[in-house]
């Protein structure tokens, strides 16, 4: 079988002039950004800001206006594989309620042409914890739950490249726990991880950056530990706590 860009893709997320306008108004101008392999980027700005705009476009899921989008070097228009290189949790869930978790994960599995497919649909459920809830309807998961399972599809090809917008959004003391320790786990060489939050101070023991989106451009971004030397950022974070 030939090998597509898509099937060697790095994990290195490149933006560069990105334009998207609703209506002619502008939610992103010339906004530029680039995550490393490796890197666990948070994406914070206030609500409409444009981060799920952002995420979005970095899925494939909007086409924008203008600007250049790289991933792994390779333009994201470029190969319609390189989707396969994407794990993405947005504010939908994505799953048929009427379904169970095996049904649901089998159905994205099929999607990506996972094989073996039946031994990875059940690990994947196996490792975010809800083995004994696999055959119940979705209709009866708590939001933890659905989190979990968000997070088992995004993962069920094992991208390089990992997009969360707001994934705390509803959880339980617990779901967010089980979030933190999964994101732990996830950072490292060979994954590109860009995750919007609106709280992100959680996130700020677990990320090695973070980048604010502000009038439609990213106007600071840094590696967490050189928060010092961003007092307008950390300001912006102390009143989003």
Not at 171 to 178: K, R, V
């Amino acid at each position: 079988m030939k090998q597509t860009h898509a099937d060697s893709l790095s994990a290195r997320i490149e933006v560069s002039g990105l334009v998207k306008k609703y209506q002619y108004q502008s939610v992103l101008n010339q906004l530029s950004l680039t995550v490393e392999d490796g890197d666990l980027c948070v994406l914070v700005g206030a609500n409409g800001a444009g981060k799920t705009t952002l995420l979005r476009i970095l899925a494939g899921l909007v086409r924008a206006d203008t600007g250049q989008i790289l991933l792994g070097g390779v333009p994201l228009r470029a190969d319609p594989g390189i989707r396969k290189q994407i794990g993405y949790i947005g504010h939908a869930s994505l799953f048929y309620n009427d379904l169970n978790a095996l049904e649901n994960l089998t159905h994205y599995a099929r999607l990506y042409h996972i094989n073996p497919l039946e031994s990875t649909v059940v690990e994947s459920i196996r490792s975010v914890g809800l083995e004994p809830h696999q055959h119940k309807p979705l209709r009866t998961y708590s939001r933890g739950m659905g989190q979990r399972l968000a997070i088992a599809r995004a993962l069920l090809h094992d991208p390089a490249i990992l997009l969360f917008d707001e994934p705390y959004t509803g959880l339980d003391q617990e779901g967010a726990a089980f979030l933190d320790d999964r994101l732990r786990r996830l950072q490292g060489p060979s994954r590109a991880i860009l995750l919007a939050a609106h709280r992100p101070q959680r996130l700020l023991q677990i990320a090695t950056h973070i980048a604010w989106l502000r009038e439609g451009k990213i106007v600071q971004h840094l590696p967490v530990n050189r928060l010092s030397e961003a007092p307008e950022l950390r300001q912006y974070l102390q009143e989003t706590a």
